[in-house]
């Protein structure tokens, strides 16, 4: 055969295409009842009432896929309910505030006594709109990388986060690690769980897997914060992963959308033309571009955020018409993966 010349029966191989996802962790209190109390937290705890539907609204103008990794205890209708169902083991960490279960005595009876700690309604809102993902992020905002965790308790405590979700008719399919501690040697564990795709971190040092003494470290904290405003690490775009042998793909994530602040709101054009110069490089060159971050984190300055979220989206919406950038979830990215590993393997 001619060099440049294909058999006759041979398949034109495509490239995958670009793709753009949003994961977002969904806790409300209790991924940060370590750090803030509800009343030092509560006008961004109680903001993400207003939030999230606003930001729903906006992925369904201009069409955007997303993952809303959410924590089990926010699925149920109120306390008893809660209380009924907890996993068969609870982790043993050496750090006692670490476990939310010695609170569970203080939270309220319901979501609308307590909408700090439970949210059905707002998980209805968001399985309910069309291109939305709800996957975990565990059932008790469960810390992978502490000294005193298990893997009994954090496979019993997906099992229960499965089983939460099923009470809303939702089936989980992706997992985000709490704090981003992504400990490898559980993913058998989340696959064997049907879990099919999980967020990864940044290949950067600030970014890689800790516990929360060593993710709290000036310098950590401090390189990233820089990061959000000079390229330190790079444009974060990554070609589509390969799926474990396990079957589950890694979806690493790009970037941390820092919430807006009016102490740094002179840097804001520098963190904007972060973010799109980053998306421009993926959809250019085929790759994907992974944005997460909190709903809390847009509680308060909410005109501001979700501004700075539209430019975003309308800066996909022409990469979208220019280079076929997709908008997709976790699961759908990894989907895309494995059929493109099945067409390039045939």
């Not at 319901?110 to 909408?115: A, R």
Request: aromatic share 10%; proline share 6%; with cysteine.
């Amino acid at each position: 055969m001619c060099a440049g010349v294909s058999e006759p029966n041979e398949k034109k191989r495509e490239a995958p295409p670009p793709l753009f996802v949003i994961s977002q962790d969904f806790e409300l209190h209790w991924g940060v009842r370590d750090k803030r109390s509800v009343e030092a937290y509560r006008e961004n705890l109680i903001g993400v009432r207003t939030s999230l539907p606003a930001t729903l609204a906006l992925f369904k103008e201009y069409d955007i896929h997303a993952t809303w990794a959410s924590v089990g205890f926010l699925f149920f209708e109120g306390k008893d309910d809660l209380l009924a169902n907890l996993p068969s083991a609870l982790p043993a960490y050496t750090t006692s505030k670490y476990s939310p279960y010695g609170a569970l005595a203080q939270i309220g009876r319901n979501e609308g006594s307590d909408p700090f700690h439970f949210a059905p309604s707002l998980l209805r809102s968001i399985s309910e709109t069309a291109g939305q993902e709800v996957g975990t992020h565990t059932f008790s905002h469960y810390y992978c990388l502490e000294d005193g965790q298990d893997a009994t308790s954090f496979e019993a405590d997906l099992q229960a986060a499965a089983k939460a979700a099923k009470r809303l008719g939702i089936t989980l399919r992706s997992i985000v690690f709490p704090r981003n501690q992504v400990n490898e040697s559980y993913l058998p564990i989340c696959s064997g769980l049907g879990l099919r795709a999980y967020r990864g971190t940044p290949k950067f040092a600030a970014y890689s897997p800790r516990n929360n003494e060593r993710n709290g470290s000036w310098l950590a904290r401090g390189t990233r914060l820089a990061d959000n405003y000079v390229p330190l690490s790079g444009h974060n775009a990554f070609p589509i992963s390969s799926t474990r042998s396990d079957g589950i793909c890694d979806v690493p994530a790009s970037f941390f959308l820092r919430p807006y602040s009016h102490q740094l709101a002179a840097l804001e054009p520098l963190r904007l033309r972060r973010i799109l110069a980053a998306l421009t490089h993926a959809a250019k060159f085929g790759l994907t571009y992974h944005l997460w971050w909190h709903p809390h984190n847009f509680g308060i300055n909410r005109h501001e955020n979700l501004a700075f979220l539209r430019r975003i989206l309308e800066h996909v919406a022409m990469l979208r018409s220019i280079y076929d950038m997709r908008s997709v979830t976790m699961t759908e990215a990894a989907e895309l993966n494995h059929i493109h590993r099945r067409d390039t393997a045939a």
